[in-house]
């Protein structure tokens, strides 16, 4: 029979060794975790891009009104080949400066959506161009530029009527602005031109075509 002194004895190196095995495994544990961690001093990288965007005009009635830039030569190709317009011109080209995680938003008064009655050319249109964030993936093995709340557009007025004077002598038009454009998520292979919307330009049946370029630029 075993001793009671040789059981305690017994009982007390177990105990020491289930807490030696636990100790271990904790401590096991920790440096896994540890080594999973990203590390303070790891560099972060941000990319600058320029973004290059161009509004082209594509009509059936108008031509020589801007020369396109041989960057866009690829892109007019495609254009012709689904498109059926005769002409295409440069209506307008705005380069923004961004970086990774970055966003963009810009207005201005003018530009290819501008109402063409002359009764309301005093009434100025507003471009609204706007992304909500830019990310750099990697698909397929090769960079992709994301686009997040890509959105270009404009207010336009609109006459919804007319003020006549209490004397009935002077006439005064009213309008209202309408927000035309397009909003969309996209990706882009950096420094290569895409097409990424067409709108309805007017009842001429002009269309204005938005090519975006996200060129990788210097820090």
Same mark, same amino acid.
Request: proline share 6%; charged share 15%; hydrophobic share 40%.
């Given at each position: 029979?075993?001793?009671?002194?040789?059981?305690?004895?017994?009982? $007390?190196?177990?105990?020491?060794?289930?807490? =030696?095995?636990?100790?271990? *495994?904790?401590?096991?544990? *920790?440096?896994?975790?540890?080594?999973?961690?990203?590390?303070?001093?790891?560099?972060?990288?941000?990319?600058?891009?320029?973004?290059?965007?161009?509004?082209?005009?594509?009509?059936?009635?108008?031509?020589g009104e801007g020369q396109l830039p041989a960057s866009l030569d690829q892109v007019v190709k495609q254009l012709r080949a689904t498109l059926p317009f005769k002409n295409y011109s440069l209506a307008a080209t705005l380069v923004n400066r961004l970086k990774t995680d970055g966003g963009l938003s810009l207005t201005w008064v003018g530009g290819p959506m501008m109402a063409p009655s002359?009764?309301? =050319?005093?009434?100025?249109? $507003?471009?609204?161009? =706007?992304?909500?964030?830019?990310?750099?993936?990697?698909?397929?093995?090769?960079?992709?530029?994301?686009?997040?709340?890509?959105?270009?557009?404009?207010?336009?007025?609109? *006459?919804?009527?007319?003020?006549?004077?209490?004397?009935?002598?002077?006439?005064?038009?009213?309008?209202?602005?309408?927000?035309?454009?397009?909003?969309?998520?996209? #990706?882009?292979?950096?420094?290569?031109?895409?097409?990424?919307?067409?709108?309805?330009?007017?009842? #001429?049946?002009?269309?204005?075509?938005?090519?975006?370029?996200?060129?990788?630029? *210097?820090?």
């Amino acid at each position: 029979m075993i001793s009671t002194k040789s059981y305690r004895v017994f009982l $007390f190196v177990l105990l020491f060794a289930f807490m =030696s095995i636990t100790a271990a *495994q904790v401590t096991l544990a *920790q440096d896994s975790n540890e080594s999973q961690k990203p590390s303070a001093n790891a560099p972060h990288v941000d990319y600058n891009f320029d973004a290059e965007l161009y509004l082209v005009l594509a009509s059936n009635q108008r031509s020589g009104e801007g020369q396109l830039p041989a960057s866009l030569d690829q892109v007019v190709k495609q254009l012709r080949a689904t498109l059926p317009f005769k002409n295409y011109s440069l209506a307008a080209t705005l380069v923004n400066r961004l970086k990774t995680d970055g966003g963009l938003s810009l207005t201005w008064v003018g530009g290819p959506m501008m109402a063409p009655s002359t009764s309301i =050319s005093t009434s100025p249109t $507003f471009n609204e161009l =706007s992304v909500g964030q830019v990310r750099v993936v990697e698909e397929g093995g090769k960079p992709m530029v994301q686009m997040h709340r890509f959105s270009y557009g404009a207010r336009v007025p609109i *006459q919804t009527g007319t003020n006549i004077s209490a004397s009935g002598t002077n006439s005064a038009p009213v309008f209202a602005y309408e927000h035309l454009g397009l909003v969309s998520d996209f #990706s882009v292979r950096p420094d290569q031109p895409t097409v990424v919307g067409t709108l309805n330009a007017g009842p #001429s049946g002009d269309a204005i075509i938005v090519v975006l370029c996200a060129r990788r630029a *210097q820090p």
